[in-house]
């Protein structure tokens, strides 16, 4: 028989040879899962990278191909051939003018004519201190392609406009019967390219075109537009100067960095610096033969990172279940085999007893250790619920946050109003004081003290703006209250003042002669006013009559709540799409698109609807419908009835 002490350690022994195998099976099993779901991963986006590359590219081959008749037609009008033959002997306003009509027709960035020498004769921008009239586009290939008797294409940045364009060119024949022909003059058309990027900007990828030398000139990443993807040598740079095809730009490097290469054309990447470093990506390239052109889509790898955790952590969780399966059948058996020999030795004498004792009490350990087993998770699941409650409030916080700053970013845009407002009482401050220390000087304290009086009125009426910004930007609380509408279409009339008068609109009130209550919270209800009048001052800017009109209809259980402008109305493709987060129609810089959004979630927080349509007349219409209340004597009777309660 071994000796115990030897047995112990035995056991010990296969114990810790168990648990090594267990962990090195259960790491084994999670890296393998891991590994199969990153690859299953990869393929599902790169198929999704394969499908948005194609329709991309057909979008772009689209823009571009749809204008490549333009110079071809320009150049048979009678018109230009006239002014071609002769163009010191004529005005070239009235083909500027017409040249400028085709521009705006067809969407195009420019139009202009070259003589055979490459000087422009006349041009769409004649009016635009750029004007491309007077310059010599020798250099350009779209030039020489024509001049040769072709269709010219060319793309580049504009030397004069600096915008980046695509440039079609058609020659311009006076007589091309005579056997030794060539043209006379070349028209040509620039397409700007910018309109393509921002359809890029909605996509969940980056997107970029380059050329034969690998320069970015294209891309939905603005930091990555006219850079390299690889550094350029300096026979490159020299070939690109000598078309300032890039003007002067300098044209660095984008800092991509391969980190493994999946296929001829797909494979996973970084960025040493710049907007995208420190993020991988799968880059999905694709040739466009046509343009001489390479597409390129930057896919974030996320999903696959996602994809991988989760099916290691679903393997580790299987595995896990398995092994306590097993230990728990091993244990179950154990303790049969236990009970048996007990049953055994209970026919001995005491030492058999003591054994007995011995299994007994390694019973209990093992509860006790399996208790604080169970402890312990019940502190990780409190713990876990405390800090999705602490997520929860933090959520609350970041929204309310997000209304303050969409309040503040209001008041950047009154900034120059509220300037007027302020400038004018300040001038006449200053008037006033300088002629009341005259009247000092001459001892006339009565108009000195008069003068005074003014400075004291001006003074106040400033505090009076300044209570407005005070009021408009302070915080909303969470008590809802009785609240009168006409008294928050006031207060954000005041706000506007400024504007108003500039743009001399004229406001119409429809609403009752009594005061119109509703049940909310007065500060969030004049920011959603004040956001909807923003907007509709901002799309009377071009108005010839601008009229906003501001209207209230009550029912006995709800009051609607009116704001419309007579301006240009809401595209209907966008009228589904305009209480979207961060969908905006204004230029790039005007705007985040939250004004709405946010507007939206406050009305729905106030237990009411916030719609947007268009008027018949034309014109924009949103439409508040809020709970109706009986005002302040509802609001005590309220408080008195939860007293009484409580």
């Given at each position: 028989m071994p000796h115990p002490a030897t047995a112990s350690k035995h056991r010990r022994l296969a114990r810790l040879l168990l648990w090594g195998l267990g962990l090195a099976g259960l790491a084994l099993c999670m890296w393998q899962t891991a590994q199969v779901a990153r690859e299953q991963a990869l393929q599902s986006l790169r198929q999704d990278a394969e499908n948005e590359l194609r329709l991309s590219a057909a979008g772009l081959t689209g823009h571009l191909s749809r204008h490549d008749y333009l110079p071809e037609v320009l150049a048979t009008r009678e018109t230009v051939k006239r002014f071609l033959a002769s163009p010191d002997s004529q005005d070239p306003m009235p083909l500027n003018r017409l040249l400028d009509r085709f521009r705006a027709t067809a969407g195009v960035s420019d139009i202009y004519l070259l003589d055979r020498d490459a000087n422009t004769l006349a041009a769409s921008n004649w009016h635009r201190p750029d004007t491309f009239i007077g310059q010599n586009y020798r250099y350009r290939r779209y030039y020489q392609e024509a001049i040769a008797g072709r269709n010219g294409r060319f793309f580049g940045l504009g030397?004069?406009?600096?915008?980046?364009?695509?440039?079609?060119?058609?020659?311009?024949?006076?007589?091309?019967?005579a056997p030794d022909a060539r043209p006379d003059g070349v028209m040509v058309v620039k397409v700007l390219l910018t309109a393509v990027e921002g359809s890029w900007a909605e996509q969940d990828a980056e997107l970029l075109v380059t050329d034969r030398d690998g320069v970015v000139f294209l891309a939905s990443q603005p930091a990555l537009r006219l850079t390299a993807l690889e550094p350029l040598g300096e026979a490159q740079r020299v070939t690109l100067r000598a078309s300032r095809r890039y003007a002067d730009e300098p044209l660095p490097p984008?800092?991509?960095?391969?980190?493994?290469?999946?296929?001829?054309?797909?494979?996973?990447?970084?960025?040493?610096?710049?907007?995208?470093?420190?993020?991988?990506?799968?880059?999905?390239?694709?040739?466009?033969?046509?343009?001489?052109?390479?597409?390129?889509?930057?896919?974030?790898?996320?999903?696959?990172?996602?994809?991988?955790?989760?099916?290691?952590?679903?393997?580790?969780?299987?595995?896990?279940?398995?092994v306590l399966g097993g230990g728990i059948g091993w244990q179950r058996l154990r303790l049969r085999r236990e009970r048996e020999r007990f049953a055994e030795r209970e026919r001995f004498a005491e030492r058999e007893r003591l054994t007995l004792a011995r299994a007994r009490d390694e019973l209990e350990r093992n509860v006790a250790n399996r208790t604080r087993d169970l402890v312990a998770t019940n502190r990780r699941l409190s713990d876990e619920i405390e800090e999705r409650r602490r997520a929860e409030q933090s959520l609350r916080e970041t929204r309310d946050e997000l209304v303050q700053a969409a309040k503040l970013a209001v008041l950047g845009q009154l900034a120059a109003g509220i300037n007027h407002e302020l400038n004018q009482p300040l001038a006449a401050i200053r008037a006033y004081a300088e002629n009341a220390r005259a009247f000092i000087a001459r001892s006339r304290a009565e108009s000195a003290d008069a003068n005074l009086g003014q400075i004291v009125e001006l003074t106040e009426r400033m505090a009076e703006i300044s209570a407005q910004l005070r009021q408009f930007s302070r915080k909303s609380g969470d008590t809802l209250t009785a609240v009168s509408v006409q008294s928050c279409f006031d207060y954000a009339l005041r706000l506007f003042q400024a504007r108003l008068n500039e743009g001399e609109i004229t406001i119409e009130r429809r609403w009752p002669e009594t005061t119109a209550w509703v049940r909310a919270d007065p500060v969030r209800l004049e920011q959603v006013l004040v956001n909807l009048i923003g907007n509709a001052l901002q799309?009377?800017?071009?108005?010839?009559?601008?009229?906003?009109?501001?209207?209230?209809?009550?029912?006995?259980?709800?009051?609607?709540?009116?704001?419309?402008?007579?301006?240009?109305?809401?595209?209907?493709?966008?009228?589904?799409?305009?209480?979207?987060p961060f969908f905006t129609t204004k230029s790039t810089g005007s705007g985040l698109g939250l004004g709405l959004s946010i507007s939206g979630r406050i009305i729905d927080d106030l237990g009411g609807r916030l719609e947007a349509r268009n008027a018949p007349g034309g014109g924009a219409r949103f439409t508040i419908t809020l709970p109706r209340d009986t005002g302040p004597d509802g609001d005590r009777a309220r408080t008195k009835e939860q007293s009484h309660h409580a």
């Amino acid at each position: 028989m071994p000796h115990p002490a030897t047995a112990s350690k035995h056991r010990r022994l296969a114990r810790l040879l168990l648990w090594g195998l267990g962990l090195a099976g259960l790491a084994l099993c999670m890296w393998q899962t891991a590994q199969v779901a990153r690859e299953q991963a990869l393929q599902s986006l790169r198929q999704d990278a394969e499908n948005e590359l194609r329709l991309s590219a057909a979008g772009l081959t689209g823009h571009l191909s749809r204008h490549d008749y333009l110079p071809e037609v320009l150049a048979t009008r009678e018109t230009v051939k006239r002014f071609l033959a002769s163009p010191d002997s004529q005005d070239p306003m009235p083909l500027n003018r017409l040249l400028d009509r085709f521009r705006a027709t067809a969407g195009v960035s420019d139009i202009y004519l070259l003589d055979r020498d490459a000087n422009t004769l006349a041009a769409s921008n004649w009016h635009r201190p750029d004007t491309f009239i007077g310059q010599n586009y020798r250099y350009r290939r779209y030039y020489q392609e024509a001049i040769a008797g072709r269709n010219g294409r060319f793309f580049g940045l504009g030397v004069q406009s600096r915008e980046r364009g695509y440039y079609f060119s058609a020659p311009v024949w006076l007589d091309e019967t005579a056997p030794d022909a060539r043209p006379d003059g070349v028209m040509v058309v620039k397409v700007l390219l910018t309109a393509v990027e921002g359809s890029w900007a909605e996509q969940d990828a980056e997107l970029l075109v380059t050329d034969r030398d690998g320069v970015v000139f294209l891309a939905s990443q603005p930091a990555l537009r006219l850079t390299a993807l690889e550094p350029l040598g300096e026979a490159q740079r020299v070939t690109l100067r000598a078309s300032r095809r890039y003007a002067d730009e300098p044209l660095p490097p984008t800092g991509l960095r391969p980190l493994e290469h999946r296929d001829e054309r797909t494979r996973l990447v970084t960025f040493a610096r710049g907007p995208l470093a420190g993020q991988h990506y799968l880059s999905l390239t694709r040739p466009m033969p046509a343009f001489d052109w390479q597409m390129h889509i930057l896919k974030p790898l996320t999903p696959v990172s996602s994809a991988q955790w989760v099916s290691a952590s679903l393997a580790g969780g299987f595995y896990g279940l398995m092994v306590l399966g097993g230990g728990i059948g091993w244990q179950r058996l154990r303790l049969r085999r236990e009970r048996e020999r007990f049953a055994e030795r209970e026919r001995f004498a005491e030492r058999e007893r003591l054994t007995l004792a011995r299994a007994r009490d390694e019973l209990e350990r093992n509860v006790a250790n399996r208790t604080r087993d169970l402890v312990a998770t019940n502190r990780r699941l409190s713990d876990e619920i405390e800090e999705r409650r602490r997520a929860e409030q933090s959520l609350r916080e970041t929204r309310d946050e997000l209304v303050q700053a969409a309040k503040l970013a209001v008041l950047g845009q009154l900034a120059a109003g509220i300037n007027h407002e302020l400038n004018q009482p300040l001038a006449a401050i200053r008037a006033y004081a300088e002629n009341a220390r005259a009247f000092i000087a001459r001892s006339r304290a009565e108009s000195a003290d008069a003068n005074l009086g003014q400075i004291v009125e001006l003074t106040e009426r400033m505090a009076e703006i300044s209570a407005q910004l005070r009021q408009f930007s302070r915080k909303s609380g969470d008590t809802l209250t009785a609240v009168s509408v006409q008294s928050c279409f006031d207060y954000a009339l005041r706000l506007f003042q400024a504007r108003l008068n500039e743009g001399e609109i004229t406001i119409e009130r429809r609403w009752p002669e009594t005061t119109a209550w509703v049940r909310a919270d007065p500060v969030r209800l004049e920011q959603v006013l004040v956001n909807l009048i923003g907007n509709a001052l901002q799309a009377l800017a071009e108005s010839p009559s601008p009229c906003l009109t501001l209207a209230i209809e009550t029912t006995p259980e709800r009051v609607s709540i009116e704001v419309a402008d007579n301006g240009p109305g809401i595209p209907e493709d966008h009228l589904a799409r305009i209480f979207e987060p961060f969908f905006t129609t204004k230029s790039t810089g005007s705007g985040l698109g939250l004004g709405l959004s946010i507007s939206g979630r406050i009305i729905d927080d106030l237990g009411g609807r916030l719609e947007a349509r268009n008027a018949p007349g034309g014109g924009a219409r949103f439409t508040i419908t809020l709970p109706r209340d009986t005002g302040p004597d509802g609001d005590r009777a309220r408080t008195k009835e939860q007293s009484h309660h409580a």
